[in-house]
């Protein structure tokens, strides 16, 4: 009588509900909700591996990551193989912890080819890559699984190349490869992929590669391939019911919630676990589909705080985002009172937290221009969190300060300084930069005096000890008429690095280093135009190509070589020596917009930056996530 009432709990009313009224998610009994739960709790505790992962991966999806992460860690000391180490790995970082993401990418780096499938595939389900390095050398791997699962991931961060290289691999003739193909399809493909999956499923007898066909395109929206599917959670072949299981919450098929019920008590460990899941899965309300861009204006200026600049963005174990800004106090001007703030997103920048303070006022005058980042090289949400910040005194004294954080942001150490000299010491925003080596680089452009005439030179604070001591490097580089100003450096793909900085000559200038930053080339023109503004250069993970955001305009006679607007990024595919994709990201002429900071995020480009009224001169500090791939949009 019991099952009989579950089932009827879970049916739809015998009247047709009107299309705008069709439910979006199942409705489960607190009867249902408990023996799923049940049922993943003892899969979880199982001798059999993988279905063990398969219940963690419910139980994090069902809202007890907790348990998860209490559990696995423990696990990992002892456990040899390297596949399974990536499910270990992958699951703690679904259940939240995303400092695991480490060990999927060292068995990627690793000689023993025996788990770099498995890392590639997991990369893909918990949407990371590290700094793509990896997973682009994957895309030449002679193993075509590997060549896929690495495509997967990449695809899910933009590169323009890795879905039609999946779409391909989708028509070959070997069952197993093709089925991949389709599986991965069902999560990064469209309606377009459709005709090609269908063709699939009539070309293979095997049922389960017909299987995954089939449910491909009941997860790309055909009606046909839901009702296999549905039909499916009876099949004969456990391993067919399995993956209906699996596929059944990316398609939103609510029609299945009977045959799930009925695989709870299936004699196939994974069968109910993936049924418990599933019917878990589908009584939550589906995630919303952020594919597109959007901002938020998290620091909107006010009279008592007409200025908010000069930002930083850091992603942190948990997942969540920390995004920190100058807040200025009374006034606007770069010498009025101001201490740096930081608000939290648990979602990726749709919805903030209240500010808290970072950095109260130290310098007489004010603190301000942030840099949140990781202080290891290679670091992916592990290791200590450097905030780099500037603490101003005087027009003759403004130096800059680092303060390390061992817990994710929750409290930050004593300030180590970090210029070694005297003097006015501008460091930009978020333009701190680790080499594959270990060191920091902290580029400065400094001046003895900025309010007389303050002709600057650029050179770079090292420290080869995770920050704890620094020195100057030996050279330096200047330009004409303001000099050289507002640095970045850059590792290039050959060891050396890039200094770009700011002029007053109309164009961007830059400046290399063979030695670590130790000396420094003499600047030429970059034959980049731009007026007397900063510019922000990154390497985009997805492709190794160089992203370059700036004010793409120079107007000679005019005051600073002209307005901060528009805000412009470009592409560089081989190492800065040409831009394409060209694409404006704010227009808007009664706007500037300037100092800008990027981080990528799963799969997106987070920025701030800083947007100027014209009309009233007060300074928003705005945030602003784009999928990587809208970088590509525009051919060249």
């Known amino acids: 009588m019991q099952r009989l009432t ?100 060292d068995v990627l780096a690793s000689e023993n080819p025996h788990g770099h499938v498995h890392a590639c595939e997991s990369l893909f389900k918990v949407w990371q890559i590290g700094d793509g390095r990896l997973l682009r050398e994957s895309l030449t791997s002679d193993n075509p699984k590997q060549v896929m699962m690495a495509a997967a991931a990449l695809t899910r961060w933009g590169h323009p190349g890795a879905l039609p290289l999946l779409r391909k691999y989708v028509h070959h003739a070997e069952g197993e490869q093709a089925r991949i193909a389709a599986w991965i399809l069902a999560r990064v493909g469209d309606a377009s992929d459709l005709p090609a999956l269908r063709e699939g499923a009539a070309r293979f007898d095997e049922p389960l590669t017909r299987a995954y066909f089939q449910y491909a395109t009941a997860c790309l929206g055909d009606p046909a391939g839901q009702a296999t599917l549905i039909a499916n959670l009876s099949h004969a072949d456990p391993a067919v019911r399995v993956y209906a299981c699996e596929f059944a919450p990316d398609a939103r098929v609510l029609g299945a919630a009977p045959a799930l019920m009925k695989l709870l008590d299936d004699e196939v460990l994974d069968a109910r676990i993936r049924a418990a899941q599933a019917l878990l899965a589908l009584s939550q309300e589906p995630a919303p589909a952020w594919t597109g861009e959007f901002s938020r204006e998290v620091f909107p200026a006010t009279a008592e705080h007409p200025r908010y600049s000069e930002g930083s963005i850091a992603g ?76 101003k005194n005087s027009p003759q004294d403004l130096r800059v300060e680092l303060r390390t954080s061992t817990d994710e942001a929750r409290t930050f150490g004593p300030p180590v300084r970090v210029t070694t000299t ?6 930009n925003n978020d333009r701190v930069t680790v080499l594959g080596s270990g060191r920091l ?30 020195r100057r490097s030996r050279g330096s580089v200047d330009y004409a008429k303001r000099g050289a100003m507002e640095p970045e450096v850059l590792e290039l793909a050959d060891g050396r690095l890039l200094m770009h900085v700011r002029t007053q000559l109309g164009h961007i200038a830059v400046s290399e280093s063979a030695d670590g930053g130790e000396t420094w080339s003499e600047a030429r ?112």
């Not at 399974?84 to 400092?99: I, N, Y």
């Not at 001007?333 to 201490?339: K, P, Q, Y």
């Not at 920048?349 to 290891?376: C, F, H, I, Y």
């Open 6 to 105: 579950l089932l009827t709990a879970l049916c739809l009313t015998a009247s047709p509900l009107p299309a705008q009224e069709k439910p979006t998610r199942l409705t489960l009994t607190p009867e249902t909700q408990a023996r799923c739960v049940q049922i993943l709790r003892d899969g979880f505790k199982s001798d059999e591996f993988w279905p063990s992962m398969h219940a963690a991966e419910g139980l994090t999806v069902a809202g007890y990551g907790a348990e998860v992460r209490q559990a696995l860690p423990a696990r990992i000391p002892a456990e040899t193989d390297d596949q399974r180490k990536c499910g270990l790995a992958r699951e703690l970082v679904r259940a939240g912890d995303l400092s695991r993401t480490r060990l999927m990418l």
């Open 316 to 391: 942190l174990a948990d997942g969540r985002l920390l995004y920190a800004t100058t807040e200025f106090v009374g006034g606007g001007s770069d010498f009025a009172t101001a201490r740096i703030v930081g608000v939290e997103s648990a979602n990726g920048g749709r919805d903030w937290s209240a500010p808290r303070v970072l950095q109260e006022t130290t310098g007489k005058q004010n603190v301000m221009s942030a840099t949140l980042r990781r202080l290891s090289p290679m670091s992916v949400f592990d290791g200590p969190l450097g905030f780099f910040y500037l603490v």
């Open 422 to 427: 005297e003097g006015y010491h501008v460091l």
């Open 441 to 470: 680089v902290v580029p400065v452009a400094s001046t003895g005096d900025v309010l007389k005439g303050g002709h600057f030179q650029c050179w770079c604070e090292l420290s080869d000890d995770g920050g704890r001591t620094w």
């Open 525 to 636: 023109s970059w034959d980049v135009r731009g007026p007397e503004s900063p510019a922000t250069l990154r390497r985009i993970p997805t492709t190794g190509d160089l992203l370059l955001i700036w004010n793409d305009t120079f107007v000679p006679g005019a005051g600073h070589g002209g307005k901060r607007t528009p805000l412009t990024a470009a592409v560089s595919t081989d190492e800065g020596k040409s831009w394409t994709y060209k694409r404006d990201l704010e227009t808007d002429g009664e706007q500037t917009y300037a100092y800008t900071s990027v981080l990528f995020h799963e799969g997106r480009a987070a920025l701030s930056y800083y947007v100027r009224d014209e009309k009233s001169g007060w300074i928003s500090s705005r945030f602003r996530s784009l999928p990587i791939g809208w970088f590509y949009e525009t051919r060249p």
